[in-house]
């Protein structure tokens, strides 16, 4: 967690970020310009200019420590303003470490990649690949499911999923995406009408990364980032 004034300048940070980023104290990292914390220098004047337009950002990016080694974070920063005069009082940003998830994702879409020209191929590695995803699936930092194509359906599910919806696993098979989520989304649709359009643009090919409220068995709802990749199945 850290905190600038108004003209950006740093102000605290807490020992989570010092850890972060190696560094013993905030007077040390105060007199360093920040662009040095960055993978892509440049990148903080961009960001800078979207906390001024937009009031806030949030975008997964590279850091350098002071060691010089480095890591993905995602970094988010909002404007604090002043109630009477509307003019921004400070700015209130956090940083999480996002390294194991984006390996743990880029070893996913290999695998996946493996998977779907091992099946054109026919090969017979087709089961100690699945297997590999199954043991990249359990270990994996998220929640992840695999929906049946026509029913939208549950139809696995590793440990993280279970305990994201407050619900054993096999509670959790067979049912459908809105039954772990609110009626409506936040945009207003209906969060079957919507579940069922996001899933088939899924299986046309076509990305489908979007923000979804889902709701835990105790009634506790969670903002989430979905991302929908289609897999292959037999033939």
């Known amino acids: 967690v850290y905190r600038t004034d108004p003209a950006h300048h740093l102000v605290y940070v ?3 970020y010092l850890q972060m980023f190696r560094y013993g104290s905030v007077e040390e990292l105060q007199v360093l310009p920040r662009e040095k914390l960055y993978g ?3 990148t903080r ?3 800078l200019v979207r906390l001024s337009e937009e009031g806030r950002f949030s975008e997964e990016l590279e850091f350098v420590r002071k060691d010089g080694t480095r890591f993905w974070g995602l970094i988010s920063s909002v404007a604090i303003r002043e109630p009477a005069s509307g003019k921004t009082a400070f700015h209130v940003g956090t940083i999480m470490d996002v390294t194991g998830r984006r390996e743990a994702e880029t ?7 493996n998977l779907e020209r091992r099946v054109t191929e026919g090969t017979a590695e087709l089961t100690q690949s699945e297997a590999r995803l199954r043991t990249l699936i359990d270990n994996a930092p998220e929640a992840i499911v695999v929906l049946d194509a026509e029913t939208g359906r549950f139809l696995s599910c590793n440990e993280n999923a279970s305990r994201l919806f407050g619900l054993r696993q096999d509670e959790l098979l067979n049912k459908h995406p809105a039954e772990v989520s609110p009626p409506t989304q936040p945009d207003g649709r209906p ?3 919507a579940a069922k359009e996001y899933i088939a643009r899924a299986m046309s090919g076509r990305p489908a990364v979007f923000e979804w409220t889902h709701s835990r068995a105790d009634g506790r709802l969670i903002p ?3 991302r929908l990749v289609r897999l292959p199945g037999e033939g």
């Open 14 to 16: 807490n020992r989570a």
């Open 40 to 42: 892509e220098p440049r």
């Open 45 to 47: 004047q961009r960001l």
């Open 107 to 113: 070893s996913i879409y290999q695998l996946n990649a």
């Open 191 to 193: 969060s079957l009408e």
């Open 224 to 226: 989430c980032e979905v």
